[in-house]
């Protein structure tokens, strides 16, 4: 491959990334201050709030009233007896007994706390996707970055050795193999390109199309802070869960729905008024109506709520359980992270930094080949992608404890 065509794709390559670089830059709390402004998930959780909102003032609405007219010929069957038209009026208001309607309005305020409590699993699982979305291209852009830097490297030390083969210092085998060397940097700069534009893409998706499509972001990938202890972090995690509270929010809306259909049991009253009118006789009627549960004593609503209730009991145990396994994970995960960053950061990726520079000094003296220098640059490349990797894992792993913590303040904040 001739030097031209190298400069004409680096040149490319950093075309396609400068209208990135040109756009407006965003942190990440603008990220996550657009995220609950236009993401849809946000707007659609709202409305089930107000939704439900709306089914307690449904459960505290009053019986209508039941009004009955009928009207016909009331014909005379004795001699003497009157004949015309004759009306009947009825009116009947069912009552509400003071427990039932309690227990209803109960329900729906119950249901209230459990769709708000969803509502803030919603929030914390998305603010956990932007997170992990802007670490990601933050990933990548180091990725793409550090690419670029050794495509450039890798441009040079090609012309360096192309130099050398047309003077006759060195055999043709260098320039061959630099240039494949070449070849592979460009590859890894155009793919590191392309996944760093698919993080991206997979940020704003999250964040909604309030975020223009052209954007940048800004910010580094900086250090974690130091965790508590995980058995203050699972004491934590098992009273500020958002979904461990929603479970125990539908319980009690569950137990409260199993004394709502008990209480259907008792006999339901109702206050009727008729007035009967025909040509002779004018009466007016006051009574009581009550249903009496005889025949169906409201047995299979019961059992089905009581059902009910014990499944959500059972998932909430089963959560509970979950969860905390899921924080042991992150955590360990943690600590692994930090252990490969410190170990990266201190020593492997210095001491590979330092094996370059002795090993580009003894090839441009001709103490060394071609191939100790390409060894060392490639050593380089592993150890800064593994200590670009090990961040982001790091990163991973706090953002999943954070989820785990609902954004506790005395948890963790990346």
Do not use: C
Request: hydrophobic residues 40%; without cysteine.
């Amino acid at each position: 491959m001739k030097p031209i065509t190298l400069l004409i794709t680096s040149v490319w390559l950093a075309g396609m990334w400068s209208p990135a670089i040109a756009a407006q830059p965003y942190t990440l709390d603008q990220l996550l201050s657009l995220a609950m402004q236009g993401n849809k998930g946000v707007q659609a959780a709202a409305a089930g709030v107000e939704a439900a909102r709306a089914g307690v003032t449904t459960a505290g609405a009053f019986p209508n009233p039941e009004v009955e007219y009928t009207s016909g010929r009331v014909s005379a069957r004795v001699p003497g007896a009157a004949t015309g038209n004759g009306q009947t009026v009825s009116i009947t208001q069912r009552l509400d007994l003071p427990s039932q309607r309690f227990l209803r309005q109960e329900v729906a305020r119950k249901t209230v706390s459990a769709t708000i409590a969803g509502q803030n699993v919603y929030s914390a699982e998305l603010v956990a996707k932007v997170k992990l979305g802007y670490y990601e291209t933050l990933r990548r852009q180091a990725e793409f970055e550090a690419a670029q830097e050794d495509l450039a490297l890798t441009q040079q030390l090609y012309e360096r050795a192309q130099v050398r083969v047309d003077v006759g210092e060195a055999p043709r085998y260098e320039a061959i193999r630099v240039s494949t060397e070449l070849l592979n940097a460009q590859k890894n700069s155009h793919s590191s390109l392309l996944r760093a534009n698919q993080a991206k893409s997979s940020l704003r998706q999250h964040v909604g199309d309030i975020l223009p499509s052209t954007f940048a972001i800004t910010g580094a990938m900086g250090n974690v802070p130091h965790l508590a202890p995980l058995n203050n972090l699972r004491q934590i995690m098992l009273g500020s869960n958002p979904e461990l509270a929603q479970y125990r929010l539908e319980l009690q809306r569950a137990s409260t729905a199993v004394d709502y259909q008990r209480s259907l049991r008792l006999p339901t009253v109702a206050l009727k008024a008729v007035s009967n009118r025909d040509p002779e006789v004018r009466d007016t009627q006051f009574g009581v109506v009550m249903s009496i549960p005889l025949w169906n004593q409201n047995r299979g609503p019961i059992n089905e709520a009581s059902a009910g209730a014990m499944r959500v009991r059972y998932l909430l145990e089963a959560r509970e359980f979950e969860l905390t396994q899921q924080l042991d994970s992150a955590y360990q995960q943690s600590q692994i992270a930090a252990s490969q960053v410190e170990a990266l950061e201190s020593g492997i990726v210095r001491q590979a930094e330092s094996a370059l520079r002795i090993a580009e000094a003894a090839y441009r003296y001709g103490e060394r080949g071609i191939i100790d220098y390409l060894d060392a640059q490639r050593a380089l490349r592993t150890a800064r992608n593994d200590l670009i990797a090990a961040q982001f894992d790091l990163h991973v792993a706090a953002i999943e404890i954070e989820r785990l913590l609902a954004n506790s303040s005395t948890g963790n904040k990346p």
